[in-house]
């Protein structure tokens, strides 16, 4: 079974040697959005952070914006 989160990216840092860290938080916001109040009851609560050292892929990334993230078990072990 898949877990899916709706998060909104609120920081991209460059990193000193190259790439970028893009930090998300959990989006919630009944007043805005309906979807937001499935998405609290029904997956976690939390901060995620990833280091794109892509050019391409980091410049897709737009402060402010929200993204969703699956979450799938790999098969092994």
Not at 42 to 69: C, H, K, M, W
């Amino acid at each position: 079974m898949a877990i899916k989160c709706k998060m909104r990216l609120e920081h991209v840092i460059p990193i000193v040697y190259g790439g970028a860290k893009a930090i998300f938080r959990c989006e919630y916001d009944p007043q805005l959005i309906a979807e937001d109040v499935g998405f609290s009851r029904a997956t976690p609560q939390g901060v995620a952070e990833f280091i794109f050292d892509n050019p391409r892929a980091s410049e897709q990334l737009i402060i402010g914006e929200t993204y969703y993230f699956t979450i799938t078990k790999t098969g092994s072990g």
